[in-house]
């Protein structure tokens, strides 16, 4: 459980950083997807948005995880 703890903790801080620079720069309401006009609601760009954000910032913490194992718990017999 702490592993999780210190994966989306700070992932969830950075996707709101991230959240908050990315739609003070671009209108919810100007984004195009697939060449096509986002037709969703201002509140649900900024939501999916967020948890778009929250995944990517979650991956990385989880490879960086992934990456900071010993070769003593890879070898490990389980």
């Known amino acids: ?7 989306l903790w700070p992932s969830f801080l950075v996707a709101g950083i ?13 984004l195009y997807l697939l060449g ?3 037709r969703l609601s201002e509140t649900a ?3 999916i948005g967020f948890f778009g954000f929250w995944v990517a910032c979650a991956a ?7 990456f ?11």
């Open 1 to 7: 459980m702490l592993k999780w703890i210190q994966v």
């Open 18 to 30: 991230a959240e908050i620079v990315f739609f003070t720069l671009i209108d919810p309401q100007e």
């Open 36 to 38: 096509e006009p986002v």
């Open 45 to 47: 760009t900024y939501s």
């Open 60 to 66: 990385s913490s989880l490879s960086t995880l992934f």
């Open 68 to 78: 900071q194992r010993t070769a003593k718990d890879i070898n490990a017999p389980q």
